[in-house]
Nanobody, 115 residues
Framework: QVHLVESGGGLVQPGGSLRLSCATS????????MGWYRQVPGKERELVTI???????KYADSVKGRFTISSDNSDNTMYLQMNGLKPEDTAVYYC?????????WGQGTQVTVSS
């Protein structure tokens, strides 16, 4: 059973920063793709950023230059550094991995950007 445990969400003012963490029970070396998605009520889940095992990184246009994905192979954790947050970034954020052809999701963490 693969587990993904997210943390780091919360309330932040516009222009502020947050760092989300996603700890996985899987070794980073077995993961083909990992990333972050987000969802607001009434809308489909959308891609924020993904990184492949070959090092290719993709960001949604709406977060380019503000968000950064990274990982720490020593403790099987990936991160999403979010700077310059805007109210439209408000959503539930989900981490995602694909390993050995199977996809897994975190439980989601709420990010609210509001003054």
């Amino acid at each position: 059973q693969v587990h993904l445990v997210e943390s780091g969400g919360g309330l932040v003012q516009p222009g502020g920063s947050l760092r989300l963490s996603c700890a996985t029970s899987e070794s980073m070396f077995s993961i083909t793709v990992m990333g972050w998605y987000r969802q607001v009520p009434g809308k489909e889940r959308e891609l924020v950023t993904i990184i492949t095992s070959s090092g290719t990184i993709k960001y949604a246009d709406s977060v380019k230059g503000r968000f950064t994905i990274s990982s720490d192979n020593s403790d099987n954790t990936m991160y999403l550094q979010m700077n310059g947050l805007k109210p439209e970034d408000t959503a539930v954020y989900y981490c995602y991995i694909n390993t050995l052809g199977r996809s897994f999701w975190g439980q989601g963490t709420q990010v609210t950007v509001s003054s």
